[in-house]
């Protein structure tokens, strides 16, 4: 469809534009499906995650502080998976938090170019190394060890703190590098100018000038270690007791529905607790994206 | 500001134009006429406003988010900013080229078919003539012939900023717009653009952006002076450059500021 | 804030006193990021030895080939690595499309506003829900809602909704990477948005595309709490496992890693563990490198020529 100048300017339905139309359509329907997809999640775990209290008539004050977990007994308590998923959480995020920070610093400040070549595909790997494998290795490899040196059985709060600080080095180490990359070089620059070495350039300037970006790498580490569940599922000794110390096996919100969901029949309380506390896992989710999002904004 | 264009006929007419950056003003009430088969200058310091007058022209500016462009750009008396226009088709008849030459990645031939091509045009012999066709008037035709089928970015940058004009040609505009076309060449490379642009002129409205006074005075026939978002003046090139009306626009030309 | 911190910075720093101890420090500090840094890579390497020296002796061809065996010695994983791959080739075949349109409606169409800001929430908040949910959405979806009961299909709509944020993430990275003035030159010749993004932007950025869609089937191919409940622990009997039926339940090799560690009552429980991780280390090591060879290859063909 040439167009010649005696046609003048006017509008024109040519294949072209027909094509334009169709292709916005089906483009936009596809980020609608996105929207939907989310929104049906929410919709179906706080439906399913709310029967617990408003078919089986539980209470939240029970569910959310009792400490007493018997299903059977119409006592679903689950404040052992509450603590013991902030425990390893903590514990992880304190470990991997300031060591994946450290790498990240590095990669971004200190380290030769070929040296970064390396990393990079090597923290690829770590990341792509499958939660499973981690798990696997956390059993076969942590435990006895934590066993031999402790004297205790070696599953527990220490194994899955490990094992997890390990799984979120490679986001935290990502982030907190893109964090540092995006500090201008004239920070850096003026810096050095008035004779401050490297590492107090990075310390009192550069740091603090990221740290809006650090805090979000710290709170996805922290994201991607509470929603963990099988490499946690398979070190932590599986006990639905509070733990008592670092070396005192007990049990993770993931890791307890992956465990009894199998013997859950539908429409039961067990079933019912399970998911409200699945419900509780999205809900934290959702508040550490606001996390982030508030984190974002207040850059100045 | 205006002038009696005379016996030549006026192509595109520029009345009440303004630009917005979201709130930043940066073309105020622009007024001209631009005279066809003729080369008109648009020169000014950096930041004045001139290629945000250009890209004005062809309605690049629906492409910028938070753009607002009022008043008009009539085309053969038609305003190119009424709802009822497209703007696809404004960009057949009104071609740009680039301050850094832009090829796409793709082979000689492709490049210099693009524009029919999104047209609808699919014959391959049909395609192969306006490639010629395109690449002897832009001067590229010798230096390319052997090897349309090779990478365009293999080429020089000013084999690759005419192969840009030969694409705009294809399509068959009658205005050229062209915004700083070559600052980003050597001496050489910028002298064989100039030529092109004399040639060019036979059959198409040319609008150049430039920085260099020189240029527009060697390849113009009219010039307008910008200063932070305001057309000062118009008129022939040499009466801008020898008798200049407007004090600011003599200062520029007289290197009071860059 | 950055001038002030300068100034204050500044004033510090001028003071002559203590400019041997800073350069200790200083030193001191560099050494320590460097052995951080290098005790990731050793880990790296730790683990990659540690399971190739303990998987090398499971590996057989009849472990490769075997169905498992639920309660004696010998089983081995040849339909769970078929699942693994049936999966994965029917959830990027439903994630593609999705998240690629939707990538490139964000990053090319869309208008900043109330609408762009709902997809990327919901984009991101999708990404941070953890796979042990998704999984019990899927189970509530496929399973009890549609009755489908345990199936590949049902464990594919699953990992596709978990993925669409991550391979929207690469669209946009990847149509990002193409030059700004490309779009400016195709549309000031009188192409539409969508005939340039057809013509010039996606072959552009099939490169950082690709390598960022193989990348995530990495990912895919290991993921496991999503599964358990959706595409289920068991694998159909005899040459059923081996179909195309997508309604049949399909234990990936990931999943039976941890089933047999945590479920089964099996007596040579380490080495199908062994076994296994080792056959998913090779997996992911295998998309790592294939990634990159591809997204550089086709980096130069759609670039450089046609």
Not at chain 1, 47 to 60: I, Q
Not at chain 1, 97 to 114: K, M, Q, S
Not at chain 1, 125 to 152: A, F, H
Not at chain 2, 119 to 137: D, F, P, Q, T, W
């Amino acid at each position: 469809m040439a167009v010649t100048a005696a046609s003048g300017i006017r509008a024109v339905a040519s294949r072209a534009h027909r094509q334009e139309f169709v292709a916005k359509l089906l483009l936009r329907s596809a980020s609608i499906f996105v929207v939907v997809a989310m929104g049906a999640l929410l919709l179906y775990l706080a439906t399913e995650g709310t029967k617990l209290f408003t078919v089986d008539h539980v209470s939240p004050f029970q569910f959310l502080f009792s400490p007493v977990f018997d299903p059977d007994g119409r006592k679903p308590g689950s404040l052992v998976f509450i603590i013991g998923s902030l425990s390893i959480t903590l514990f992880a995020i304190v470990i991997g938090g300031p060591f994946g920070i450290a790498v990240g610093v590095f990669l971004a400040e200190l380290a030769p170019r070929r040296f970064v070549n390396m990393m990079k595909p090597a923290i690829e790997v770590l990341v792509g190394i499958p939660s499973v494998v981690y798990g696997w290795i956390g059993l076969t490899l942590l435990v006895p060890l934590i066993r031999t040196l402790t004297g205790s059985n070696g599953f527990g709060l220490m194994a899955a703190a490990i094992v997890l600080s390990v799984m979120i080095l490679p986001t935290v180490i990502t982030l907190s590098e893109d964090a540092l990359k995006a500090v201008p070089d004239a920070l850096r620059e003026g810096s050095l100018a008035m004779g401050a070495t490297r590492w107090q350039t990075i310390w009192r300037v550069l740091i603090p000038a990221a740290g809006s970006g650090l805090g979000v790498a710290v709170i996805l580490g922290i994201a991607r270690a509470i929603g963990e569940t099988l490499a946690v599922q398979l070190v932590i000794g599986n006990a639905s007791v509070l733990p008592t110390g670092l070396l005192s096996a007990t049990a993770a919100l993931p890791t307890e529905i992956v465990i009894d969901m199998a013997g859950a029949q539908q429409g039961s309380l067990l079933e019912h607790a399970l998911f409200s506390m699945a419900f509780l896992l999205l809900l934290i989710a959702m508040l550490l994206i606001l996390a982030v999002r508030f984190v974002m904004r207040r850059r100045t | 500001m205006v002038e009696i264009p005379g016996a030549v006929t006026v192509k595109v007419d520029v009345e009440d134009l303004n630009v917005y950056y979201g709130a930043f003003h940066a073309m105020k009430n622009a007024q001209l006429r631009v005279s066809e088969r003729r080369v008109t200058a648009l020169i000014g310091p950096s930041g004045c406003g001139k290629s945000t007058f250009l890209r004005a022209l062809n309605r690049m500016h629906d492409l910028t988010p938070g753009a607002r462009v009022t008043g008009s750009v009539s085309l053969d008396g038609m305003n190119i900013y009424d709802p009822s226009v497209d703007p696809v088709v404004v960009r057949h008849r009104i071609g740009m080229v680039f301050q850094r030459p832009n090829p796409f990645p793709k082979t000689i031939f492709e490049n210099a078919v693009y524009g029919p091509r999104v047209h609808g045009e699919g014959n391959r012999a049909k395609l192969m003539a306006i490639a010629e066709k395109s690449l002897r008037r832009a001067a590229l035709w010798d230096e390319v012939k052997d090897r349309l089928f090779k990478s365009a970015l293999d080429l020089s940058g000013g084999q690759q900023q005419r192969l840009c004009i030969a694409r705009v040609l294809a399509v068959e505009p009658e205005v050229i717009l062209m915004d700083e076309p070559a600052s980003a060449l050597d001496p050489i490379a910028t002298s064989k653009i100039e030529d092109l642009i004399g040639e060019l002129k036979r059959d198409y409205t040319v609008i150049i952006v430039t920085h260099s006074m020189q240029q527009a005075a060697r390849i113009s026939d009219r010039t307008a002076f910008f200063l932070l978002g305001e057309l000062i003046e118009v008129g022939t090139t040499s009466d801008i450059f020898t008798r200049p009306t407007d004090k600011r626009t003599e200062d520029y030309i007289t290197g009071r500021y860059g | 804030m950055a001038d002030a911190v300068l100034t204050l910075e500044a004033a510090r720093i001028q003071s002559a006193r203590g400019v041997r101890a800073r350069r200790i420090a200083d030193r001191m500090a560099t050494g320590l990021l460097w052995a951080a840094a290098l005790s990731v890579l050793a880990m790296l390497v730790l683990f990659m030895g540690y399971i190739l020296y303990l998987g090398a002796s499971a590996i057989s061809w009849q472990f490769l080939t075997s169905p498992p065996s639920e309660v004696s010695a010998g089983g081995g994983i040849g339909p769970e690595i078929y699942n693994s791959f049936y999966i994965l080739i029917m959830t990027l075949a439903f994630t593609a499309p999705i998240a690629i349109s939707a990538g490139i409606y964000l990053q090319e169409y869309a208008q900043p506003g109330f609408f762009r800001t709902l997809v990327q929430f919901s984009a991101e908040s999708l990404a941070t829900v953890p796979s042990i949910v998704m999984g019990l959405f899927g189970l509530l979806i496929f399973v009890y809602l549609l009755g489908w009961r345990f199936s590949a299909i049902g464990g594919a709509l699953t990992l596709t909704i978990l993925n669409l944020p991550a391979l929207m993430r690469v669209t946009q990275e990847a149509l990002s990477t193409v030059p700004r003035t490309y779009r400016e030159a195709s549309m000031a010749l009188g192409a539409t948005r969508w005939a340039t993004i057809r013509r010039i932007v996606l072959p552009s950025a099939i490169g950082p595309l690709t390598t960022g869609i193989v990348l995530i089937a990495g990912r895919i191919f290991g993921e496991t709490a999503a599964l358990i409940y959706t595409a289920g622990v068991s694998v159909a009997a005899g040459k059923g496992a081996y179909d195309l039926n997508p309604f049949r339940p399909a234990e990936t090799l990931a999943v039976h890693v941890w089933y047999t560690h945590a479920e089964s009552v099996v007596p040579d429980v380490a080495r199908i563990g062994n076994g296994s991780a080792l056959v998913l280390l090779v997996m992911v090591l295998l998309f790592n490198v294939f990634a990159r060879v591809v997204g550089r290859f086709l980096t130069r063909r759609f670039t450089g020529k046609a």
